[in-house]
């Protein structure tokens, strides 16, 4: 009974030891949202790994990328996200592009950045 009572012991130690996961405060989860959503939504079309993307197989990449890191408790802000998961393959290193009908191509940290300021700009529904 004693070795049981110690495993038992044991087994709670650990678990207070092992952190608890922390989802992104409210605002920045709201914010990633967005703008995985407005990737989606925008008809351009996304390069990774030197092929293209159309927006909504970028919008599923994104959102897996984000699920990744908030499993890791790594991302408390929407620039977070767009630096650790929206900017460039974690695999290659090599910037991830993003082209829109009638525009050249820009890096996606620059496009991500651009619709993040638009995002805090717009009245809050």
Request: glycine share 4%; with cysteine; net charge positive.
């Amino acid at each position: 009974m004693n070795r049981l009572l110690c495993l038992a012991a044991n087994v709670v130690l650990a678990a207070a030891a092992v952190p608890a996961l922390a989802a992104p405060p409210a605002q920045a989860q709201r914010e990633i949202d967005r703008l995985i959503t407005a990737l989606g939504q925008s008809g351009c079309q996304f390069q990774r790994n030197g092929s293209w993307y159309d927006a909504s197989a970028a919008q599923a990449h994104l959102r897996k990328k984000y699920d990744w890191l908030v499993k890791r408790d790594m991302v408390a802000s929407a620039e977070q996200f767009i630096e650790r998961a929206g900017s460039q393959s974690s695999i290659s290193g090599k910037p991830y592009q993003v082209r829109c009908a009638g525009r050249p191509a820009v890096t996606s940290a620059s496009w991500l950045n651009a619709r993040l300021a638009e995002i805090r700009r717009a009245p809050t529904p």
